[in-house]
């Protein structure tokens, strides 16, 4: 019921767009990880009045068995959108977007996770999106990597995430709501940064195949940048616990890492 | 929600928590009759929603949002808007909940939150109409849990309040006719409030705001919605089977109508910090 | 050849760590001559490998482990034992844990909701871990409280050669036992005694990392105590009897050797202690059939820690 009107124009004669941005500026960022007790790993993100919450359990039993993997885990993903998340009340059952988006988030992780280290069992992800305004997937993905890496998965990288669309005739990263509901198109992906190989690609709209590869450069260099605040992120979460003193001449502590845990044997990549 | 009773519960976990109760005190040192802290937070979902609130009982957590829509009045009440509420068991908030289609558990949440808001005519729905037989206001109140650490059923119906307090929705009017959305903002109408007070039974025991190794183990629970006029609106024994006494139920009615004066105060401290 | 982290950094998974010569080690993997992080952790050098010492992440049982567990299911001749954390549901077989001939009823012994100690004696990821329950300290355990820790944070809990375990039960005199899968037992007369023993393992899980762990705690403990005193009779710690040793189950001492004991400051450490048995103690217990009730007495003549004693049950026939 809020009131959602379409703009005038997306792009100004300055060439900035609705809410001031330039082209390939991001809309502020706030990254959270370990918002939730209960869960082994969680993380929050804010981007823009977007507003989402992830939960990560296990490796843990896997309900039902046939979905069991006997040579690796299964990464299962739920997105939700909660009801009063969107203008108008959206229906309390997964809709189809839900169950396609949950896929294709499922889809943009699971290459860097290492699932072969866990057989038979299951590696769960609950998306829920406390507030939508544009962006909602990429963020989930954003929150969700975190999310794995709270909870000790080991992966082979985070995944940043950012969608870049096209408005008044121009390419411009991090789509608000207006932009991708009037704007021309649509191009949300993911990265892994360290190789820019791409793990989420989407399109919708109408671009030229210059535009395309346009977009994903600018896509790839916004992951970049989305991938050095979730590793801010992730190292202020557990430098925050660290005490008062952070003396370095403790035995003790030397000495706990020594211990060998039985930790995840992690292969080499090659 | 929060019938463990088909869990493996260790042996140890079960006898202590009795054997503690027993002398007088619970798992973390609380009064029999004492919440944990609770911390209510509204305009959570500012953008979205018409109204949000977010509340913390310890280590279990919630949030709520409200939606208010123009639609349909049901037929047999023509001139009357209506609210409803539901609530799911997230399986973001615990390892115990599972995916899927809501279950038992979930439903008897949203049912017993619901009824503490309709019963105690939380919202006064004849206000709600704005054409009869036409259009009425139809508001949703929507709750998922974040965190469970037990005592959904409070923190839930704290957050529907709260959030119920805090709504601001653009006023519609007829005009030739019409139906139109005018630049005037109001507020939900409210009578009356009342909220949850969840004890569990657990041995001889009875322990508000119950955590949820307490749950466990607990033999029932027992919720009563208290309005504010010290009257009981709703209440739901559940929780497992274990039996209650009429000396039970008179002691959880004592302890809900004080917590519920208390509970009261922290919301209208809440939705004052908004304004 | 080149690092790119300082001792002890907090790494995150996908951080560069090491290019050329090195290898991953675990918490670690490497690709193309680089070495990467997979986890969120401590980095560490040792000669040219680099391994990261995890801060998160479930328990995998490892062989030799000793662990806390909650027996769900029995099945013929086996228990079920839950681990609290982690994907697997580990396997007790009677013979591992009972003298034969043992009754055809293997719950009549243990069933479900009760709580074991017990040593991993083998795992792989496909069946699951194997438990054992014959040995010093491996048992039912009866009494006390259970809390949970994350797994990734047991070392610490026990600390450098059992410093910080040893620590709090000097202060506390409560009798623990860690499991290495993050389940902690805690057993006192007093309530407020265990909920400080509580406070000490939340304190330990939230600063794993820090420096100075083993002072900060010990003073928070202390503080407390303070606090506390007037409030407990000191005369009532030593002796637990009312809580006494475990009942008869019905379960078969292995002989001493059994004990695990072999890494000094690694998991098992705590609870088999010293105390608990001193060399010259007789060894009653061992294989000798029946007396089950020879222990109580000679436990109460001990100090303290008396069912830290291994059961030197009898199971045979019944």
């Given at each position: 019921m809020s009131p959602e009107v379409k703009p005038?124009?997306?792009?100004?004669?300055?060439?900035?767009?609705?809410?001031?941005?330039?082209?390939?500026e991001m809309r502020p960022i706030e990254m959270k990880v370990g918002?939730?007790?209960?869960?082994?790993g969680s993380a929050s993100i804010r981007q823009g009045k977007t507003y989402i919450i992830a939960a990560v359990y296990g490796p843990r039993e896997l309900?039902?068995?046939?979905?069991?993997q006997n040579d690796r885990a299964y990464l299962r993903v739920v997105y939700r959108m909660a009801?009063?998340?969107?203008?108008d009340r959206k229906r309390p059952a997964p809709s189809r977007r839900e169950k396609e988006i949950s896929m294709v988030i499922a889809n943009s992780l699971r290459p860097v996770?290492?699932?072969?280290?866990?057989?038979k069992s299951v590696i769960d992800v609950f998306v829920t999106?406390?507030?939508?305004?544009?962006?909602t997937r990429c963020a989930a993905i954003n929150a969700a990597s975190l999310a794995l890496a709270d909870a000790g998965i080991p992966m082979r990288s985070l995944v940043p995430s950012v969608a870049v669309g096209k408005a008044d005739g121009h390419l411009l990263v991090d789509l608000g709501d207006e932009e991708d509901k009037y704007g021309q198109g649509d191009i949300p992906m993911a990265t892994i940064p360290h190789s820019d190989e791409i793990v989420l690609l989407q399109q919708d709209g109408s671009f030229t195949r210059e535009e395309i590869m346009e977009a994903a450069q600018m896509g790839i260099t916004s992951c970049k940048y989305l991938h050095e605040l979730q590793k801010d992120a992730l190292k202020l979460a557990y430098a925050r616990k660290e005490g008062e003193n952070g003396g370095d001449d403790d035995d003790d502590y030397e000495d706990d890492?020594?211990?060998?845990?039985?930790?995840a044997e992690i292969p080499g990549d090659d | 929600m929060g019938d463990w009773s088909s869990e493996v519960i260790s042996h140890i976990d079960y006898d202590y928590v009795r054997d503690l109760l027993s002398r007088g005190e619970r798992l973390d040192g609380r009064a029999f009759d004492e919440y944990r802290p609770i911390d209510i937070e509204v305009g959570?979902?500012?953008?979205?929603?018409?109204g949000s609130a977010l509340v913390r009982i310890g280590n279990t957590s919630v949030v709520a949002g409200v939606k208010v829509l123009v639609g349909q009045p049901w037929p047999d009440n023509p001139d009357k808007g209506f609210v409803m509420v539901t609530a799911e068991m997230s399986p973001m908030a615990s390892p115990l909940f599972e995916l899927g289609p809501p279950k038992e558990g979930a439903i008897e949440l949203a049912r017993v939150v619901d009824r503490g808001v309709r019963e105690s005519d939380?919202?006064?729905?004849?206000?709600?109409?704005?054409?009869?037989?036409k259009h009425v206001y139809t508001i949703f109140a929507d709750v998922y849990p974040l965190?469970?650490?037990?005592?959904?059923l409070d923190a839930s119906s704290m957050a529907v309040n709260a959030a119920l307090a805090t709504t601001k929705y653009p006023e519609y009017k007829m005009e030739d006719d019409k139906l139109v959305k005018t630049e005037n903002m109001i507020s939900i109408p409210l009578e009356n409030m009342a909220i949850e007070v969840t004890h569990s039974k657990i041995g001889d025991s009875l322990v508000v705001d119950p955590i949820l190794k307490e749950e466990m183990v607990q033999n029932c629970r027992i919720t009563i919605a208290v309005d504010e006029n010290d009257k009981m609106t709703a209440m739901q024994k559940g929780g497992g089977i274990g039996p209650l006494t009429l000396d039970d139920l008179d002691a959880a009615m004592g302890v809900s109508i004080e917590r519920t004066h208390d509970i009261m105060a922290l919301i209208k401290e809440a939705v004052k910090s908004l304004k | 050849m080149a690092l790119f982290f300082t001792k002890r950094e907090i790494v995150v998974p996908g951080q560069l760590l090491a290019e050329g010569r090195y290898r991953a080690d675990v918490g670690a993997y490497g690709k193309d001559e680089k070495v990467y992080s997979a986890v969120v952790g401590l980095a560490e050098l040792r000669g040219n490998t680099v391994k990261v010492v995890p801060l998160q992440g479930v328990y995998i049982p490892s062989e030799g482990d000793l662990i806390i567990g909650k027996i769900t299911i029995v099945a013929g001749n086996n228990w079920k034992v839950d681990l609290?954390?982690?994907?697997y549901l580990a396997s007790l077989h009677a013979n591992n844990a009972l003298?034969?001939?043992?009754?055809?009823?293997i719950s009549r012994y243990m069933g479900i909701g009760d709580v074991i100690v017990a040593e991993v004696s083998a795992f792989d990821r496909n069946s699951g871990p194997f438990l054992f329950m014959k040995g010093r300290g491996l048992q039912k355990l009866e009494g006390g409280m259970l809390m949970s820790i994350n797994p990734a944070k047991v070392p610490r809990v026990i600390g450098r050669r059992g410093s910080m375990i040893s620590m709090i039960k000097d202060l506390l005199r409560v009798q623990t036992v860690v499991g290495q899968n993050g389940i902690i037992w805690i057993r006192s007369r007093d309530p407020k005694i265990m909920r400080l023993a509580v406070k000490a393992f939340e304190m330990i899980e939230a600063?794993?990392?820090?420096?100075k762990l083993t002072d900060r705690v010990h003073d928070m403990l202390k503080e407390e105590l303070k606090n506390l005193k007037g409030s407990?009779?000191?005369?009532?710690?030593?002796?637990?009897e009312d809580e006494?040793?475990?009942?008869?189950?019905a379960f078969e001492e292995a002989p001493v050797e059994t004990e695990p004991e072999p890494e000094v400051e690694s998991e098992p450490a705590p609870e088999p202690e010293p105390e608990v048995v001193p060399e010259d103690e007789p060894t009653e217990t061992k294989e000798e059939p029946s007396e089950v009730e020879a222990k109580p007495d000679k436990a109460k003549a001990k100090p303290k820690k008396v069912e830290e004693k291994p059961e030197e049950k009898e199971v045979s026939e019944e």
């Open positions: 005038d124009y997306l792009i100004s004669p300055e060439g900035l767009r609705n809410d001031g941005r330039r082209p390939d918002v939730l007790k209960q869960a082994d309900h039902p068995r046939h979905l069991t009801t009063f998340s969107v203008p996770i290492f699932l072969e280290e866990f057989p999106v406390i507030q939508a305004d544009g962006g890492l020594e211990h060998d845990l039985g930790e | 959570v979902v500012p953008a979205k929603a018409e939380t919202v006064d729905v004849s206000k709600l109409c704005i054409l009869e037989g965190e469970y650490d037990g005592n959904l | 609290g954390s982690g994907p003298r034969r001939p043992y009754d055809d009823d600063e794993a990392h820090t420096s407990i009779d000191e005369d009532d710690y030593p002796s637990d006494g040793p475990p009942k008869d189950e």
